[in-house]
């Protein structure tokens, strides 16, 4: 099982980035997939993760209507798109799988897979 996350850079506020988390060693078509953050300083947070058994996705209060999760099966890819960004949403963010159960999908001990993390940086 890997994770392999990207696009992340530099956003001015009120940008946008689309992070991608490909996956690799296995179909995502079965799996829950999250995407976390972790700002210097501060604890990793759940930002969002998608059901692909039903499809079902859940975000943090902090993104709800501007970042959606997507899967496109095809590529074995979970996409984030993150649409008016904050400074305060700079971190690195990072996907994983391997949800345990049992807890909140957003919550980051519930999961065993994790990707590398990609660098989001929000400023003027």
């Known amino acids: 099982v890997q994770l392999q996350a990207s696009g992340g850079g530099l956003v001015q506020p009120g940008g946008s980035l689309r992070l991608s988390c490909a996956a690799s060693?296995?179909?995502?078509?079965?799996?829950?997939i999250a995407w976390f953050r972790q700002a210097p300083g501060s604890e990793r947070e759940g930002v969002s993760c998608?059901?692909?058994?039903?499809?079902?996705?859940y975000y943090a209060d902090s993104v709800k209507g501007r970042f959606t999760i997507s899967t496109d099966n095809a590529a074995n890819t979970v996409y984030l798109q993150m649409n008016s960004l904050k400074p305060e949403d700079t971190a690195v963010y990072y996907c994983?799988?391997?949800?345990?159960?049992?807890?909140?999908?957003?919550?980051?001990?519930?999961?065993?897979?994790w990707g590398q993390g990609t660098l989001v940086t929000v400023s003027s």
């Open positions: 994983a799988t391997g949800y345990q159960g049992g807890g909140s999908y957003l919550d980051f001990s519930e999961y065993d897979y």
């Open positions: 998608i059901s692909n058994y039903d499809g079902s996705t």
């Open positions: 060693g296995f179909t995502l078509d079965a799996y829950v």
